[in-house]
T-cell receptor, first 116, second 118 residues
Framework: NAGVMQNPRHLVRRRGQEARLRCSPMKGHSHVYWYRQLPEEGLKFMVYLQKENIIDESGMPKERFSAEFPKEGPSILRIQQVVRGDSAAYFC??????????????FGPGTRLTVL | DQQVKQNSPSLSVQEGRISILNCDYTNSMFDYFLWYKKYPAEGPTFLISISSIKDKNEDGRFTVFLNKSAKHLSLHIVPSQPGDSAVYFCAASEALWGSGAGSYQLTFGKGTKLSVIP
């Protein structure tokens, strides 16, 4: 019973390049969340998605960041024209469908993005 | 404006003794609370949760207490073991039960680093 999977685990990009982070939720989970953790900080919510729908993107920067969760395949967090300030650990979490009795979010191992 | 606060950045406890990690929150709409444990270079691991309709939840060595009037919760680990050494995050979300609204986003504290000394 695989947990939440994220790849790559480490990603190095130069300023101005694009970063694509992938997340496959736990089996049976249909809700995906992305969080960002800066050094010495807690995790900050970015976006909440269900299949083919963005439910809440209130934590996403208005520019350069986008997320999707297609009908088939993993959820993707995309950062265009990366800057040094985007360097952080990006965590994906998943939870079962609403009303299943638990709304606990289970986290993946994270992708550590370094922007040179 | 931090809505979830963990005021102790670190805590050291002797093996076998009780570890008590504290968390305060300011948003009165929070009604579901979770504790996660995190090792370096790994994702947070869910430990235990509690909804606002309860004041205590226990799972093995871990017990979470919730004091709604004080907007305070705590995690007790008894007995503490060296493998418990990690960063512990308190998290909260709003309006889960009986509501069709809300995104279930979690708001995290900054974490408390627990060191259990053998």
């Amino acid at each position: 019973n695989a947990g939440v999977m994220q790849n790559p685990r480490h990603l190095v990009r130069r300023r101005g390049q694009e970063a694509r982070l992938r997340c496959s939720p736990m089996k049976g989970h249909s809700h995906v969340y992305w969080y960002r953790q800066l050094p010495e900080e807690g995790l900050k919510f970015m976006v909440y998605l269900q299949k083919e729908n963005i439910i809440d993107e209130s934590g996403m920067p208005k520019e350069r960041f986008s997320a999707e969760f297609p009908k088939e395949g993993p959820s993707i967090l995309r950062i265009q024209q990366v800057v040094r300030g985007d360097s952080a650990a990006y965590f994906c979490a998943s939870s079962p469908a609403r009303g299943s009795g638990t709304d606990t979010q289970y986290f993946g191992p994270g992708t550590r993005l370094t922007v040179l | 404006d931090q809505q979830v606060k963990q005021n102790s950045p670190s805590l050291s406890v002797q093996e076998g003794r009780i570890s008590i990690l504290n968390c305060d929150y300011t948003n009165s709409m929070f009604d579901y609370f979770l504790w996660y444990k995190k090792y370096p270079a790994e994702g947070p691991t869910f430990l235990i949760s509690i909804s606002s309709i309860k004041d205590k939840n226990e799972d093995g060595r871990f017990t979470v207490f919730l004091n709604k009037s004080a907007k305070h919760l705590s995690l007790h680990i008894v007995p503490s073991q060296p493998g418990d050494s990690a960063v512990y995050f308190c998290a909260a979300s709003e309006a889960l039960w009986g509501s069709g609204a809300g995104s279930y986003q979690l708001t995290f504290g900054k974490g408390t680093k627990l060191s259990v000394i053998p």
